[in-house]
């Protein structure tokens, strides 16, 4: 768990803005509601998968 | 210094949240839950020493650990839920944040009724 876990999730986020402005300019409002789903399906599993890791260090350190 | 770290990731997190707010405030609201992890994470780690240090010296004074296993587990558990519940008020719902906080609470009364009962035991020996 290092800093570039926030740098990795708000990158996620500024490039699927971004194709979500290119895709919606071109005329594929489909295609970018679809890619912003994706995008946030990907980021939802990196924060599930980092939250799993923070219960079980809570669990270590307060022996719970 | 530990709080350098913290400090910097902190900001850069916030700025961060207020770039994504104006187009994606799921991603806005995602990138904050990724950074009070990551600082959660900062905090454990800087926790464990002192805590194992506190053990050690109650240990030494031949204090009984079953209070301080307790307070230990008391600790983490209103850690963990004031995070969530200050998450969840990051996300605009105050009430799940009220019912996390609630959980939190009869989490600890469960977690200290043993030593209720010792208490209890221990001042009746006294009356006796």
Known sequence: ?64 | MALLPVVGAALVASVLVLLLRAHRPEYALLTAAAAGLFLFFRLLDDLLAPLLELREMLCDAGVELSCFTVACKALGVCYLAQFVADLCRDFGQTSLAGRVELAGKCAVLALSLPLLRQLLELSISFLR
């Open chain 1, 1 to 64: 768990m290092d800093v570039d876990f926030i740098f990795r999730v708000a990158a996620i986020g500024i490039i699927v803005t971004v194709l979500h402005q290119l895709l919606v300019r071109s005329g594929r409002e489909e295609q970018a509601m679809l890619t912003t789903l994706a995008g946030l399906v990907v980021v939802l599993l990196m924060i599930i998968e980092q939250i799993g890791n923070l219960f079980a260090t809570v669990k270590s350190v307060f022996g719970l």
